[in-house]
């Protein structure tokens, strides 16, 4: 049963988005949206424009944003994590050429 936010805009369904705030009926997450706008310096209509969505939409994801802003940045943070954990373990083709250009 999807979780009632105060905007009609934002959805909260458990399977969808993972289970995180993202645009209702579409896929886009809150906190991607919040992270090109916050941390990349984008415009909601440059946002709008390269997603597909209204600016209605992006405008309610960064208020939902800050009305959730210690649980979003969270989510931001532990996806920062994944990815540099992910990083790691990975080996990179590039850097293996690279390596094996200079060795020989």
Partial sequence: ???QTKTPHIAIVPGTAGGQAHIA???NKVRDIVFQHEHLG???DEIASELDLGLAQ???ALAYY???RPEIESDIADRDAFIAAMRQRTVSLLSTKVAD???G
């Fill in 1 to 3: 049963m999807p979780d």
């Fill in 25 to 27: 009926g579409r896929r």
């Fill in 42 to 44: 984008r415009q909601a």
């Fill in 58 to 60: 992006v405008y309610a």
């Fill in 66 to 68: 800050f009305d959730h």
């Fill in 101 to 103: 250009a200079a060795n």
